[in-house]
């Protein structure tokens, strides 16, 4: 009698000491990372990453040349197997990490011939379109889009790929660097203007400045509401850049809306926040290893910290309200992160009543709405704490073709603009 009781109360002591558990684990509200996220995400001290030695590699006779000797290159080994196939093998900055497996290299061939080319990761699968880009007046033009065969058993891809002597870039998305960001924001007409001052708000890890763009035509004396644009924490994500940057255009321009805009809102644009990341080709982190958009906690990271640095004291400047904020990310799908409707902001709800509107305006425009709670430690939470603000994490498709790409930035930009002008004339405040 004695031995089951015994088994008796020892069930009935681990079903108390579960349900204990289950309380305690519903009761605190830690966030530790997303489905998608590695385990230990959201510690950011700095981790060991692998730098990958810039060189050119020959293989095969005739021979083909794989150069990763660029900014913004990933190609950690290649070499011809048996079988004739091109083995291109692209490793990650450190491991365990997100499946964004960037790759950039040029490929040329001692005589035209067309080879097998293959694409195998180290802990990842394949996952974008490669892009074949061909000097054309000194430009890398996109001529091409490969047609991959997937192996879903190791998560390489297979393509072929005709080469001459000339060299062809072949990468996961454009190249925009942080060799190139200055260039790019000249050409698109975002600097060069007397509106916008270009800063420094501090240095990447590896001394990369971490570029800041104040963009207004408000005097120092009015009281005006910030807008913050914080993009490219996440190199590969390179729509969400590019929707970033037209976003500026659109803030820059010369039209009535955006004067407008200017000469009542205050711009802080952070467009690229991982520069180092950006030119030395990695999937997700900086040089210290560490995913950035899980480091508005901790703060362990410069690049974070340099945002942080720059934007903290406007809590303190009686002329200027933090108003909105946006960080821009791409993915496999066009979804806006907004902050719960049920959390209270000020202003409130401006992401709901902003997509109401660009819904409307492109009615072929697919767009999944997920919102979250607070607790994350990305950096539109960290705008919603620290300034109690309505902010929105807003990715873009990775395959979204450039026509629908500039088409809805524009139209998303001009309604922002006009929404927040409405709702900054709408604040009870002595503005
Ligand atoms: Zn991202």
């Known amino acids: 009698m004695r031995y089951p009781l015994f088994i008796m109360f020892n069930k009935y002591s681990c079903i108390l000491l579960i349900s204990f558990l289950m309380i305690s684990c519903s009761g605190s509200k830690e966030f530790s990372g997303f489905s998608y996220d590695p385990p230990d995400v959201t510690n950011t001290t700095d981790k060991e990453i692998e730098k990958q030695p810039a060189r050119v590699i020959g293989s095969g006779e005739p021979r083909i040349w794989a150069s990763n000797d660029f900014a913004g290159a990933r190609l950690n080994d290649f070499y011809m197997r048996p079988d004739s196939v091109f083995q291109l093998i692209i490793e990650p900055e450190n491991a365990p990490i997100n499946n964004s497996p960037w790759f950039a290299f040029k490929l040329w061939s001692d005589s035209a011939r067309t080879a097998n080319i293959e694409l195998k990761y180290n802990e990842g699968r394949h996952r974008y379109i490669p892009k074949v880009f061909s000097r054309i007046d000194g430009q890398w033009e996109l001529t091409d889009r490969l047609r991959v065969h997937y192996d879903s058993t190791d998560g390489s891809a297979l393509m072929k ?13 454009p190249l925009y660097t942080f060799q190139n960001l200055e260039q ?5 007409g975002i600097l060069g203007k007397s ?19 104040d963009i207004t035509e408000v005097p120092e004396s009015q009281t005006a509401p910030v807008l913050a644009i914080v993009g490219r924490q996440h190199p590969p994500e390179v729509t969400g850049y590019l929707a970033s940057l ?56 410069p690049e974070t910290q340099a945002v942080r640095d720059a934007l903290t004291p406007l809590k303190e400047d009686p002329k200027r309200q933090m108003f909105y904020a946006i960080d821009f990310h791409s993915t496999n799908e066009n979804i806006f992160y907004p902050i719960n409707e049920e959390v209270e902001t000020s202003p409130d709800n401006i992401t709901q009543k902003w997509i109401d509107l660009i819904v409307e ?13 607070t607790s994350s430690p990305i950096a539109k939470n960290w705008f919603y704490h620290t300034f109690g603000i309505d902010a929105l994490t807003y990715e873009v498709n990775d395959r979204i073709p450039d026509e629908k790409l500039g088409e809805v930035s524009r139209s998303a930009a001009r309604q922002l603009m006009q929404l927040l002008l409405e709702e900054w004339e709408q604040m009870p405040v002595d503005n």
């Not at 790929?161 to 998305?173: D, G, M, N, R, S």
């Not at 990341?277 to 990271?301: E, I, S, T």
């Open 184 to 188: 790019t924001l000249q050409e698109r």
């Open 361 to 373: 305006e492109n009615e072929d425009f697919v767009l999944t709405v997920e919102p979250f709670d």
């Open 246 to 301: 037209i976003f500026l255009e659109e803030l820059t321009s010369d039209s009535e809306l955006a004067q407008r805009f200017r000469q009542t809102f205050v711009i802080k644009a952070f467009p690229m926040l991982n520069p180092d990341g950006a030119d030395m080709g990695h999937w997700r982190h900086n040089a210290g290893g560490v995913d950035l958009n899980r480091d508005w906690q901790n703060f362990n990271q």
């Open 195 to 213: 509106f916008t001052h270009k800063n420094t708000a501090g240095m990447s890890k590896e001394g990369r400045p971490i570029l800041q763009l």
């Open 161 to 173: 790929v005709h080469l001459t002597t000339e060299p062809k870039l072949i990468a996961a998305q």
